[in-house]
């Protein structure tokens, strides 16, 4: 076997812990006599599964009595209609572009609404978060959304925006559980949980109770009401089984580290490691103001394509892999969740050295 140090931004590195014990449960989880993957969901054993999971991440995230947590399908991107259809009531809503997921939601929402810009840094191909501490919110807006942390840029709101009393809605798909959080800051919080917890294909939805009604927009279908799905307790239909199941493993694998204050002290630390390099680089340079950085997508160039091409390829070849930017914004990218080990980044900053003393 030859595991290799994973920079994907998702899906992305999990836990080893966790691969191991789902691979010890595979022929026969909970002597079932069979897999996760061949049970009903509304079997006593899956019950366990769905139940725990919520509980730990309860656990994990203090999350209050007042807010349903919903396991729901589509990815991220089908909350983007999700969230106008169940919550545009007055349609209008304010909407900070930071990059291109939050530009898919705003464009989503569109759909069903009046979707405002608030602020809007495209102007450095989203290299910072705009101020967002006097936003033009409207009072016929039914919420303020952002994307929190912006996966492609490497950009993170360090202070949430002031939404002057209206309901922040936030996607926070590449930031999920890597620090610990006030929920009650937020009216939704969602993400999809292929990037800092699971497998692909499901969301995590985290909803104040009082938004979650049948008073959604005409026309919304029965699987987009938040409703049915908390009435339903995630089980309207056959959930994600596998991924409730591994994500569930990876709450206790959180629980197991000390909890998210204890990811935020290792995250600063692995990211600290990496930023603190890029600063004192001649021929590295990271791409976002200092003060916005992200603690999980460090993107970074050197300035010259072909010298980004080689070093994607002989990192590849020394087992440090998908470091390869995105496609906007080019150069190297190296995502480094929650599942991404202190050595991981020690040794990606010791082959940049190296590099750099052959090509700077
Ligand atoms: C990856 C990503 C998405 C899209 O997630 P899907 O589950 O593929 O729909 C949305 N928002 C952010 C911030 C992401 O990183």
Redesign the pocket.
């Known amino acids: 076997m030859n595991r290799v140090y994973n920079f994907s ?2 899906p992305a590195v999990l836990p080893e812990e966790v691969l191991k014990k789902a691979a010890e449960e595979m022929m026969d989880f909970q002597g079932s006599g069979m897999s996760i993957n061949e049970m009903s969901h509304r079997s006593k054993a899956f019950d366990g599964v769905i139940e725990t999971a919520e509980k730990d991440l309860r656990e994990l995230l203090q999350i209050p009595e007042n807010y349903k947590v919903l396991f729901l399908q ?5 909350q983007f209609a999700a969230v106008p259809m169940n919550l545009m009531k007055k349609k209008k809503a304010g909407y900070v572009l930071t990059g291109q ?1 939050a530009k898919k939601a705003f464009q989503e929402a569109k759909l069903y609404g009046e979707a405002v810009a608030l602020a809007d840094s495209s102007d450095e191909t989203y290299a910072y978060i705009p101020d967002c501490s006097d936003l033009p919110v409207t009072e016929d807006m039914d919420y303020v959304y952002i ?1 929190e ?3 492609i840029y490497g950009t993170k709101f360090h202070t949430l925006p002031d939404t002057k009393g209206k309901d922040l809605v936030a ?1 926070v ?2 930031c999920y559980l890597s620090e610990p959080v006030d929920i009650c800051k937020y009216a939704v919080m969602y ?2 949980v ?2 800092n917890i699971g497998p ?1 294909g499901l ?1 995590i939805s985290i909803i104040r109770e009082d938004l979650i009604t049948e008073d959604c927009l005409p026309g919304t279908p029965t699987m987009l009401k938040w409703k049915t799905q908390a009435d339903n307790g995630s089980l309207y239909n056959t959930p994600n089984c596998w991924s409730i199941y591994i994500c569930g493993l990876v709450f206790q694998w959180l629980k197991e580290q000390g909890g998210l204050a204890a990811m935020k002290t290792r995250n600063e630390e692995k990211a600290k490691i990496l930023y603190d390099y890029l600063d004192g680089s001649k021929l590295f340079k990271g791409t976002v103001r200092k003060e916005d950085r992200s603690l999980m997508n460090v993107p970074f160039v050197t300035g010259d394509d072909a010298l980004n091409d080689l070093f994607v390829k002989e990192a590849t070849a020394a087992g440090l892999v998908s470091l390869k930017g995105h496609r906007s914004v080019g150069g190297m990218r190296a995502s480094i969740y929650n599942a991404m080990p202190k050595a991981g980044v020690e040794k990606l900053v010791t082959f940049m050295e190296d590099f750099e003393k052959k090509h700077g």
Request: hydrophobic share 25%.
């Open positions: 931004a998702g589509g990815g991220a991107s089908q997921w994307c942390n912006n996966t996607d798909s590449s993400g999809g292929q990037k692909a969301v």
